[in-house]
Every structure is written in C-alpha cells, then in structure tokens.
C-alpha cells in the first residue's frame, strides 16, 4: 500500500520558534525563543507601526467602494437587500419630515405658552402628543429596519471573505509569509464594524442633505442673517476639527493592530499551555505580553491625548450653538417683529442645519474609527484579489509529499512509524 510518509517544508529563511507554531498574526509567524530577541522583534515592529501613515482619502474612497459594492451586485440576494435599503431611506425621509412638523409644533406651543393662551395651549399640547403617538414607531422602525440590514450585510459578507480565505491555500500563504497581521480580527471584528458604520453613516449623510434643503428653508425665512452666521460658523468649526484630529486615523488603525496582537498572544498561551508548562517558559511569554500590552497601553494614551486636545474644541463648539441662534434675533423680539415662539423655532432650525454641517467636527472620532477599519479590510481585500491572480505563490516555499510503499503490517517501529517494504 503506499502512505504519506514524510512532509517537507522549504521555507524562505530558517527561523527559530517558540513552544509552538503560531497562526494568525503577523508578529507571531516569526519568534525566537529568548525574550532579547522577542523584545527586538517587538521594538522592530513597534518602529514600523509608529512611521505608518494613514491612507489619503482617494485610496479610502477606492477601498471602501471595493469592499462594499459586492453585496449589492451578488445575484443571491441583491434584489431583497436593495428593497430593503430603499425602505430604511423611506423611513429616514419620513423622520425628517416629523423633524419639520414638530419644529412648527414648537413655534405655535410657545407662542401659545407667551400669550398665555390656554384654550391654544391645551390644543397645541394635544397635537404634541399625537405626534409623539405617530412619530415614535417610524424612528423605532427605522432603526430596526437599518440594524436588521447590516445583520444580512455582514452575514453574506463574512461567507464571502472566509471563502476567499481559504482557497488556494491563501490562509496559508497570508501566514507563512507575514503579510498581513490578524486575519481573523478583520473577518469578524472590522466586518461587522464596517457594515453596521456603513449604513449609519450613509443614512446621516442622506438625512443630512434632506435636514438642510428643510430646514434652510425655514431658518432664512425668519432671518437671513442668521443663515449667514450659521455658514460660516460651521464651516470654521469643520477646518478646526480637521486640524485638531487628523492624526486620529492612523492612532485608531495601530490601536485595532495592538490590541489583537496582544489579545491574540494570551489565546495562544492557552492553546499551547502544555509545551510552554513542559519548557518551562513562562517568564518568556509573559515577557512577550507585556511587551504587547505596553504597546497598545502606550499608544492608547496618545490616542487618548488627541481625542481630549479635539473635545476641548467640539464640546465648547456644541455649547455656544444653545445661545447663538438666540442671541442673534432677540433683537428682533425686543422690537416686536417676531413673537416668541419664533425664536424657539430658529433655535431649532439653526441646530438642526447645524448638525448636517458639522458631521465632521461631531463625528470625527467616528469617521477616523471607520477610516481605519476600511483602510484594514481594504487592505485584506487587496492580498485576498493577489491570492486569486496566484501573485502570493512562491516557488522557494512549497509542501513537498513524499510517498512510500510500506507493508500492511500492524507492527511499527520504534517512533511509531510503519516500516518500509523489502526491495
């Protein structure tokens, strides 16, 4: 009969490992056994992760369209995802135009509320009322229908990845050859933050555009310039916001990479307890852990420092828009030109054109977040395209099979091996 008998394995470079091979990131696919060298290697890499630049917004938009577009065009389930992404655009409509009616609502509740009007009052607070009863369920839905969507979104997304993952052996080859870190945190973490991001952001950027067409409308008819300070406000707030924390990006993308590469280094001291307990390199692995943790710690903290240098400008940059909008047309109140309920309604109509503005300087932390799992999936969505074109196949390292014939015997050798047949 003829049986495998011996497995070869030509790699690039002969390397020196530990307890026991690794398998997912990039930094274990190659450590020494002594914690001077584990500390090089993490020094190394820590080098490397501090000169990364973040990618410029045309290589983000490439990425993102490459990454999102498939589910939309795949034949399985393009028809019902499409319906059901053009009903979560519905019902976002229809919450904008609840936004319109109740800013109305609230002009003619105040001016009832002023003019000490019970009879208007008492009216007003029942339309109030019915409109809460009536405006309720469609934000309800729209977030259920939005949230379901990115469920089934990531569901044939996390197929499609895995499939291409393990073909052609490119698990394999993404391993052996350290090209990317953490493959597995990109299938399950980055892919379910990017489509439930994805589908939030685009529904904010849909009824931003609606918000401002609405709400325009009305804050210029009360006083023009009123819009006038609104631009300009939110226009010098954004260029701030953009100064302040464009480093963000590239702190959130390292913090993803450092966080796994230490989360990952304590599964595989539990997947291989038995060797390092029979080694006796405990101190090596904890070595190696700390050196991880201290990275992501290290990091975090300048992560941290940017965030807080940003919220000093976009917590003041909300809390001036509570009295702005008053303070520009109390003047005309004191005159007698508008009543007061009109004051409240600009109120209401400046934050609302406001926030469709400012997404940038209230989202920025959001947006750097979700810049860098794009840049991530983007990124394995690159090395996943090569495997298929067999770019990542390398004739110096290959699996070479060696069959022998070897007698049906049940005896065996010494170490467990079946002899081989007499010539």
């Known amino acids: 009969m003829s049986s495998v008998t011996n497995v070869r394995s030509r790699p690039r470079s002969r390397r020196r490992t530990s307890f026991a091979p690794r398998s997912s990131s990039s930094n274990d696919s190659s450590s020494t056994s002594t914690p001077e060298s584990n500390e090089k290697e993490e020094v190394d890499n820590n080098n490397n992760n501090s000169n990364r630049k973040g990618p410029d917004l045309k ?3 490439r990425r993102f369209w490459k990454v999102a577009a498939p589910y939309w065009y795949c034949e399985e389930d393009k028809v019902q995802a499409r319906w059901q992404l053009a009903a979560v655009f519905a019902l976002t409509l229809g919450t904008t135009g609840i936004s319109v009616g109740f800013n109305f609502l609230g002009r003619d509740f105040y001016n009832a509320l002023a003019n000490k009007d019970q009879e208007e009052f008492t009216k007003q607070l029942l339309y109030y009322l019915g409109a809460f009863a009536g405006g309720i369920p469609v934000f309800v839905l729209r977030d259920y229908a939005r949230e379901t969507l990115a469920l089934r979104w990531r569901s044939w997304m996390t197929r499609y990845y895995m499939e291409r993952y393990l073909k052609n052996q490119t698990f394999y080859k993404i391993q052996s050859q350290s090209i990317i870190d953490n493959p597995d945190q990109r299938i399950v973490d980055d892919l379910s933050s990017f489509t439930g991001t994805a589908l939030s ?3 904010t950027l849909f009824n931003a555009a609606v918000d401002l067409i609405s709400f325009s409308n009305i804050l210029y008819g009360i006083y023009p310039p009123l819009f006038i300070v609104l631009l300009v406000y939110s ?6 916001s953009v100064f302040l924390g464009k480093g963000l990006v590239t702190l959130n993308f390292l913090q993803e990479k450092k966080e796994a590469d230490f989360r990952y280094g304590l599964v595989r001291v539990r997947e291989n ?3 390092i307990a ?9 070595q190696l852990l700390l050196q991880r943790f201290r990275s992501a710690f290290e990091n975090l903290t300048q992560l941290l420092i940017s965030s807080r240098n940003l919220e000093f400008f976009t917590n003041g940059y909300r809390y001036l828009i509570q009295i702005l909008p008053a303070a520009v047309v109390a003047p005309m109140y004191f005159s007698g030109k508008i009543e007061f309920g ?4 600009s109120v209401s109509a400046f934050n ?3 926030g469709d503005f400012s997404l940038i300087v209230y989202q920025f932390q959001a947006i750097s977040a979700f810049s860098a799992v794009i840049d991530r999936l983007g990124e394995f969505d690159d090395i996943l395209d090569s495997s298929s074109s067999k770019s990542l196949s390398d004739p110096s390292e290959e699996i070479c099979l060696v069959y022998n014939s070897v007698r049906s015997s049940p005896v065996l050798e ?3 091996s079946m002899p081989k047949d007499k010539v």
């Open 278 to 286: 029979f080694y006796g390199g405990e101190d090596n692995e904890m």
């Open 414 to 416: 010494s170490n467990g």
């Open 352 to 354: 609302h054109i406001l």
């Open 59 to 61: 290589t983000l938009a």
């Open 235 to 240: 226009i010098g707030g954004t260029a701030l």
């Open 201 to 203: 952001f685009s529904l």
């Open 342 to 345: 009109v004051i409240n309604q």
């Open 273 to 275: 307890a038995e060797s």
